[in-house]
């Protein structure tokens, strides 16, 4: 196998420019086909002409096998009690059932992991007398971007446990949705409940 190294220049057939053309080997994030993530910091060949990746050396294989892997692997915790019992009220005020309860956990995971502002009220949630409790409840999460977001999320908020980042979450959804209701994010979530349910 020839082992490409960034810097490193050969001709390869570029699929944007549809003709050979110069590529040039560098560290690029890289998305998958059917767009559903994101490959980050891989050696990539990038056409010199449009910029675009044109070429995926074989060596990068194994490392977008494991991000992939890591993409598909589910999240699991444990949580208190109360916090499922929190989660599943919140679901009932949206008018779903508890099955709900993961989409509602990933959306706030994911708007969160793109709202710096918000993120860092996660930290001073976990103060509250609801953050206490034995974790004696599974949590379990299922989805390609949810290992991403949720590393984002932890960057942004300072919270590198993922079971201490849930609970944040958790309380969060408690307080928009039922102890200082958040009409806008209500009525948000319905219609994504009946688009959904
Ligand atoms: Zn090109």
Redesign the pocket.
């Known amino acids: 196998m020839i082992i490409c190294k960034v810097g490193d220049e050969e001709k390869a057939e570029?699929g944007?420019?549809e003709?050979f053309?110069m590529v040039s080997y560098q560290l690029r994030d890289v998305p998958f086909d059917d767009g559903s993530g994101i490959v980050k910091n891989i050696i990539a060949g990038v056409?010199k002409?449009?910029?675009?990746v044109?070429v995926i050396p074989f060596q990068s294989v194994p490392a977008i096998k494991k991000q992939l892997q890591v993409q598909r692997k589910a999240v699991e915790s444990r949580v208190p009690a109360h916090m499922i019992d929190l989660l599943n009220l919140a679901s009932a005020e949206l008018g779903a059932t508890p099955d709900f309860v993961p989409l509602l956990l990933k959306y706030y995971i994911h708007q969160l992991a793109s709202d710096p502002e918000a993120a860092v009220r996660l930290v001073t949630l976990l103060t509250s007398e609801l953050a206490t409790g034995l974790a004696n409840k599974r949590l379990s999460l299922k989805g390609r971007e949810i290992g991403n977001d949720i590393e984002k999320l932890k960057g942004l908020s300072q919270i590198d446990n993922t079971t201490e980042l849930l609970k944040g979450v958790v309380l969060m959804i408690h307080n928009d949705l039922l102890v200082e209701p958040d009409a806008q994010r209500i009525a948000l979530l319905k219609s994504f409940v009946a688009t959904v349910a």
């Open positions: 570029c944007m420019c003709a053309r056409c002409t449009c910029g675009n044109a």
